[in-house]
T-cell receptor, first 114, second 116 residues
Framework: QKEVEQDPGPLSVPEGAIVSLNCTYS??????FMWYRQYSRKGPELLMY????GNKEDGRFTAQVDKSSKYISLFIRDSQPSDSATYLC??????????????FGKGTKLTVNP | GAVVSQHPSRVICKSGTSVKIECRSL??????MFWYRQFPKQSLMLMAT?????????EQGVEKDKFLINHASLTLSTLTVTSAHPEDSSFYIC????????????FGAGTRLSVL
């Protein structure tokens, strides 16, 4: 079983729709949970960052973490064509050597149609 | 958010040559920098972790003699792909870690390497 599972999509929605993106994970050692947005041929851009169960809101984006179910979500309200990108969930844990490692989901490709 | 600059954004080279990629944290000091590789339609794969002033830690299966990493200062790390071959063609992305434990990683824009 992979440490982090994310449905790659693709996901296509009309402009203004509410988008729900999800990841599940198997390792209880994950401490921090992030969502990155990656446009084609660019590096990932951090959208949201949280370390506790519950919701965190930032503008049109809401990140949700449920540690008991090992499930995280990103909601995008009033989606815009400019939101069209690949969304990567990422989780942070310590390695056996004591260094930190970021484990990524495969990414979900989102297209918002005008 | 913090800014990481990566250069060059695109490089095309002949097989057998070496290519150097630079990664700079512009407005913060990155004690740890990471190098990733990304194949088309796949997620990022960690290649190595580098700490300022010490040797890089490579992930299993990554050839340390082929991918040379230098982290000489708190704001600069370089990746040199030595004797590049077509199979090394890929998208290489660096990141710098901001803060201590649980520090967020900020990513560069990536370098697309094509080896002919």
């Amino acid at each position: 079983q992979k440490e982090v599972e994310q449905d790659p999509g693709p996901l296509s929605v009309p402009e203004g729709a509410i988008v729900s993106l999800n990841c599940t994970y198997s390792n209880s050692a994950f401490q921090y949970f992030m969502w990155y947005r990656q446009y084609s041929r660019k590096g990932p851009e951090l959208l949201m960052y949280t370390y506790s169960s519950g919701n965190k809101e930032d503008g049109r984006f809401t990140a949700q973490v449920d540690k008991s179910s090992k499930y995280i979500s990103l909601f995008i309200r009033d989606s815009q064509p400019s939101d069209s990108a690949t969304y990567l969930c990422a989780m942070n844990r310590l390695t056996q050597g004591g260094s930190e490692k970021l484990v990524f989901g495969k990414g979900t490709k989102l297209t918002v149609n005008p | 958010g913090a800014v990481v600059s990566q250069h060059p954004s695109r490089v095309i080279c002949k097989s057998g040559t070496s290519v150097k990629i630079e990664c700079r944290s512009l407005d913060f000091q990155a004690t740890t920098m990471f190098w990733y590789r990304q194949f088309p339609k796949q997620s990022l794969m960690l290649m190595a972790t580098s700490n300022e002033g010490s040797k890089a830690t490579y992930e299993q299966g990554v050839e340390k003699d082929k991918f040379l990493i230098n982290h000489a200062s708190l704001t600069l790390s370089t990746l040199t792909v030595t004797s590049a071959h077509p199979e090394d063609s890929s998208f290489y992305i660096c990141s710098g870690k901001y803060g201590g434990g649980g520090g967020i990683q900020y990513f560069g824009a990536g370098t697309r390497l094509s080896v002919l």
